[in-house]
């Protein structure tokens, strides 16, 4: 791996933090979203990061500042990855949303550049051909709230080059990150194969109202060991991203999702409680109720 400069596609919660991350091990990042307001929103975000870095990993200020000065923010598609060695893909969870941004960036990135998809639950050869480079694409997919959470699953599909596959697995490793080699295939990953038949239950207790978030959250608490339950996840995540994925299960067939899709439109998203990142989601911020003393009383 001869990696100097990344490319992030989208500024949202995981794209952000992507680029942060990236910066914050010594790479060269240009972000790209659509229009200023979207990097505004990022810049907010970076200069939480900042605090959060402080108090979760002990980094310091000059580290952070200059973290931050490696940082350049894009409206220019063709501007932010004229450099890439490697370009990050994290824009919204919906196919034909990737599609349209693949055809756009195979236009204008450089033949250098290896192209990794953030993707949740899709696959990447659903998009390889609109890539315009099979063997140099890939998924690449973190945790919220990296920094802590440090695992990078990368996935390739039959078309990948083997030495591509490798290159991420040791870009993985270079931001800190634990690399999770993943030989075939999977919608989902490891991580996400796991959490979001996990995370459903949940929804689908609430949406059939057989039971409260809260109660929900303390029963999984109380017999796991696990420091929060599956709506402070939900919370954590995003409520978007997790709208956008149940949209995804529910046009798979599957029934349940669009109930939950729909409860979560009505209930949150057309509200504005998008989860941590608003301050209001299943719970409220900077307190939540499931980190009271009490709360498992």
Known sequence: ???KNITVAGGGVLGSQIAFQAAFKGFEVSLYDINENALKMTDTRFKNYMERYKEDIGATQEELEDAYNRLTLYTDLEKAVENADLMIEAVPELVEIKKDFYQKLAKVAPEKTIFASNT?????????????????????HFANEIWKFNVAEIMKHPGTKEEIFQDLIDFAKAIGMVPIPIHKEQ?????????IPFLFAAQNLLVN?????????????????APFGPFAWLDIIG?????NVAINMGEQGNKESD??????????????????QSGEGFYKYPNPKYLDQDFLK
């Open 239 to 243: 409520i978007n991203t997790v709208y």
């Open 120 to 140: 949740s639950t899709l696959l990447p050869s659903q998009f390889a051909e609109f890539t315009g480079r099979p063997e140099k694409f890939l998924a690449l």
């Open 259 to 276: 109930r939950v899709a729909d409860y979560l439109k009505r209930e949150f998203i057309d509200k504005g409680k998008l989860g941590k």
């Open 209 to 225: 109202g057989v039971s409260d978030p809260e109660s929900i959250d303390k029963t999984w608490m109380l017999t796991s060991g």
């Open 1 to 3: 791996m001869n990696f």
């Open 187 to 195: 919608p989902g990953y490891v991580m996400n194969s796991l959490i």
